[in-house]
């Protein structure tokens, strides 16, 4: 688990407070990882000093330089230096005289053009499998690098703030975006969680002035618990037990109180810490267990007929994924027969699950409930969109694919093997271009887009849209205000990375008619078709939708996951399939498949995630809308989607477009 520590101003306790927690889950037997991201600030190894008193002579700007010296070749683990059992710090670096010079000097920009992106979705692998916690000491404010540690790496965000509107509004206000940015990454990731710290708070001696506060926070962060507070729990009563106190003793100085101070005084900073560091430690789940607090009164308790598994802690392993598979989101299961030490009531068979990328569908509580019902137990491993290593078959129970490419990589690498398998489809999304609404508009003034019955949602003319491209109009020339002189484009990743990038080449391919048979023509195709890609897309493996993009590619399920007003949702007239392919490797993984596919629970489970069912079942999704009390888009036509070329002609294009050298995405 990845969780960044943020901060809007400086001055609130974040790195105290990270370094706190990290000393506390590192001596409850967790491999933690503490890294230093505020390049320009460093001081989390500052705080280990009473620990191991020698300075790193490395650290994360190292790192990064060496990365774009040698794209790939420094290897991460280089710059980690261990603190005590269980703790390893990566700190900003080497804090010699010239490390200012380096800071500075690193070229952000050229950074990610050259492929800064997936480094860091591989950084994000790695540290997923080889540490239990690691905690990222975000920069302050709004800025390139806070997008990296808030959107891009972590699954939670402890953003720090004290009793002041300049340091609550700015907080409030970098999570909404991080949440949006989270949205519009091109990977199949949960919605971010965020659990507010309020720090430095002085209960004591401003009593009153102390209830209002909390009254402040409670209303302001609100929506922010809703995504994990157990109902019946408000969060002023979780913020009475993990707000911070100020403590004038600790405030000189860069100390550890989590090692000196009481911990078992609900008034002092080492209880609120060890508190903070409980939840973290359950992923928020179960809070208010953790906290000491009751649900709901004793009379009214559910009782549950779930079963109740306590399963020892095993080391993750990760397991790669094939072929250079872009935007492939795989599932690698592995499964396991608990033996009986582990499992607390009868006999179960238990799925895990570690993969090259997290799927929201099975890191739902609901999908997790459903299956444990079901007599299986799933645990998933977070990885990167893509990598060039074969799955281990060994390993592999079974394998979950997005996108006609990496299931077709898959396949060859399991005939190579000689290996038997089959294959599910349990759901698909559909690719979609999200925008803002002035932007959206401004294309249905021009005759590309047209308003569905819904505002929200619009229809795309794609030809009609690249023939606009093609002319090169700015939002001004289409009417956008206030005064908007950026050329018309919409934001993809970078082909060679992303399948929904290569899901988009397709379907520009087959609205101009041009859908290729062979090599030659995917060549020819291609060619065609390479400027407007190449005018739109980065050389990063996601694109959120921003100021900078207004308008990007992404995947339906994405929105209707976690929807948010903001944005308008535009559907090509002949959509395009993103299918979800299961493959099963062994009969146990074949049972797991059955169930995806004819479950009703299951399948509205995925309905609720956003993805769409095959007919008979494929109602649910609209069902899923109205409970969610959402607006939904006209109903999409089953024999209308857009077709892709063959899998060996697809990848052709792929490579001529992104000049990706061996194969690309899908």
């Known amino acids: 688990m990845i969780v960044t520590f943020y901060s809007y101003k ?146 939670i965000v402890v953003p720090v703030f004290t009793a002041n509107h300049q340091s609550v509004d700015g907080v409030v206000d970098v999570m909404h975006r991080a949440q949006a940015g989270r949205q519009a990454l091109d990977y199949d990731r949960p919605p971010l969680v965020v659990l507010p710290l309020p720090a430095r708070f002085d209960g004591r001696t401003e009593r009153r002035s102390a209830q209002e506060w909390l009254e402040i926070f409670a209303d302001r962060f609100e929506p922010f618990y809703q995504d994990w507070l157990p109902r019946g729990i408000r969060p002023r009563q979780i913020l009475e037990r993990t707000k911070l106190p100020y403590v004038a003793y600790f405030s000189f100085g860069e100390r550890l109180p989590v090692r000196s101070d009481d911990a078992a005084d609900p008034e002092s900073l080492g209880y609120a810490l060890h508190t903070v560091a409980k939840l973290i430690e359950n992923g928020l789940s179960n809070a208010a267990e ?36 872009t935007s492939a989101i795989a599932l690698v299961g592995t499964i396991t027969l608990l033996v009986s030490q582990n499992v607390a009531l009868p006999f179960r068979q238990t799925i895990v699950l570690a993969g090259a990328a997290q799927t929201g569908y099975f890191d739902n509580p609901e999908v997790q409930r459903i299956l444990l019902r079901r007599g299986f137990s799933v645990r998933i491993t ?114 060679c990375r992303s399948g929904t990038a290569a899901g988009y080449l397709g379907l520009a391919a087959f609205a101009v008619g041009s859908v ?95 993805y769409r069912a095959y007919p008979p079942a494929d109602g649910l999704f609209d069902q899923a809308r109205d409970e969610q009390g959402v607006a939904r888009p006209d109903a999409v036509r089953d024999d209308r989607f857009a077709v892709l070329p063959e899998p060996d002609v697809f990848r052709e294009m792929v490579r001529v477009v992104g000049d990706c050298g061996g194969s690309g995405g899908g």
């Open 10 to 155: 400086g001055g609130t306790g974040r790195t105290m407070a990270l370094a706190n927690i990290a000393v506390v889950l590192a001596r409850a037997g967790h491999r933690v990882l503490a890294v230093d991201f505020d390049l320009e600030a460093p001081g989390l190894a500052r705080y280990f000093e009473e620990i191991t008193p020698e300075p790193p002579r490395t650290g994360l700007i190292d790192l990064l330089l060496a990365e774009s010296a040698e794209p790939g070749g420094p290897d991460w683990r280089d710059h980690v230096v261990p603190i005590e059992r269980n703790l390893s710090l990566l700190a900003g670096g080497n804090q010699d005289r010239d490390y200012p010079a380096r800071v500075l000097g690193f070229d952000w920009g050229e950074f990610f053009r050259a492929g800064g992106g997936e480094f860091f979705e591989r950084l994000r692998a790695d540290w997923s499998a080889e540490y239990d916690f690691v905690l990222v000491d975000s920069r302050t404010g709004i800025t390139d690098t806070g997008g990296v540690c808030t959107i891009t790496l972590p699954d």
């Open 290 to 325: 953790v906290v000491g607090l009751p649900t709901e009164p004793p009379a009214q308790r559910v009782r549950t007929d779930e079963p109740r598994l306590t399963v020892l802690r095993r080391r993750r392993r990760l397991l790669p994924v094939a072929h250079l598979i």
């Open 382 to 495: 977070q990885a990167g969109d893509r990598t060039e290593s074969p799955v281990d078959l060994d390993s592999a129970a079974f394998v979950m694919t997005t996108g006609a490419l990496s299931t077709d990589a898959l396949r060859s690498q399991l005939e190579s093997a000689g290996r038997s398998s089959k294959s599910y489809e349990p759901f698909y999304s559909l690719l979609v271009v999200a925008g803002r609404h002035e932007h959206v508009a401004a294309l249905a003034s021009a005759g590309v887009a047209t308003p569905q019955e819904n505002p929200q949602f619009y229809s795309l003319d794609v030809q009609r849209f690249l023939d606009l491209l093609a002319r090169k109009p700015t939002w001004n020339d289409l009417g956008v205000t206030p005064d908007d002189a950026r050329s018309v484009a919409v934001g993809t990743a970078d082909v």
């Open 516 to 610: 290729p048979a062979t090599l030659e023509d995917a060549r020819s195709i291609a060619t065609r078709l390479k400027p407007l890609v190449q005018q739109q897309g980065t050389p990063a493996p996601a694109v959120p939708l921003s100021d900078e993009s207004p308008l990007v590619v992404t995947s339906e399920h994405r929105y209707f996951a976690n929807p948010f007003g903001s944005v308008a949702l535009v559907y090509p007239r002949t959509p395009l399939r993103l299918r979800q392919t299961y493959t099963a490797l062994t009969p146990e993984a074949e049972r797991l498949g059955d169930l995806l596919v004819s479950d009703p629970e299951l399948l509205r489970a995925a309905a609720r995630s956003g």
